[in-house]
């Protein structure tokens, strides 16, 4: 599949400070762009997701944009709490039952 | 909810064994998806397949074959396992092809060390 870069690889921030995760893609034809969380010892997990005909998703302390001319889309998180510390992973897809696509990932540190 | 187990959380083999990674989902998904996931490269697509007997090469296929008999279990096979296949294993599922199809769950994964 195509690469997707990820911006920050580690990214520290005092609890209750907000967090931001870019990613940037380079195939036209993605349409789903999913973040995944990653806990020690555990698969990622889905937190939020985007799809290419939207340009902003929130769930409460979380949320995503997409800048589909840009090729770029950004994980926000407001108010860190000591359980946002995970890596994170962004990733894109052409759809259906295609594979995704995934960043490098960002380990996010929120430091007490 | 929906499960995704993987048969070994911690497995160790010797170069040159024939692995099994076996996965189970138990939500009735269409796509099954195996990656392998290593520090600073992320998740790659090793293989994944849309419905029983049929699979489709992911990123990096070589060295890996799978297998697909039913519908709620995707096996991943290393033919002959070499010491770069030393990687963390995670199976995952999805729906099928409409609506929130895209979603993938992802199962706890397999730490496989080749010796």
């Known amino acids: 599949g195509e690469n997707v870069e ?43 997701d985007i799809r290419s005909n939207v340009g902003e998703k929130k769930d409460q302390r979380i949320a995503v944009t997409l800048n589909k001319t840009a090729k770029h889309f950004s994980l926000h998180i407001t108010e860190t709490q000591p359980e946002d510390s995970a890596v994170y992973f962004c990733a894109r897809t052409g759809g259906g039952a295609d594979g995704l696509t995934f960043g490098k990932g960002t380990h996010l540190i929120i430091q007490p | 909810d929906v499960k995704v187990t993987q048969s070994s959380r911690y497995l160790v083999k010797r170069t040159g064994e024939k692995v099994f990674l076996e996965c189970v989902q138990d939500m009735d998904h269409e796509n099954m998806f195996w990656y392998r996931q290593d520090p600073g490269l992320g998740l790659r697509l090793i293989y994944f397949s849309y419905d029983v007997k049929m699979k489709e090469k992911g990123d990096i296929p070589e060295g890996y074959s799978v297998s697909r008999e039913k519908k709620e279990r995707f096996s991943l096979i290393l033919e002959s396992a070499s010491t770069n296949q030393t990687s963390m294993y995670l199976c995952a599922s999805s729906p099928g092809t409409s609506g929130s199809s895209y ?7 397999t730490r496989l060390t080749v010796t």
């Open chain 2, 103 to 109: 979603e993938q769950y992802f199962g706890p994964g």
């Open chain 1, 6 to 48: 990820q911006h920050p690889s580690t990214l520290s921030v005092q609890e209750g400070d907000s967090a931001v995760i870019k990613c940037t893609y380079s195939d036209s034809a993605s349409n789903y762009f999913p973040w995944y969380k990653q806990e020690l010892g555990k698969g990622p997990q889905l937190i939020i």
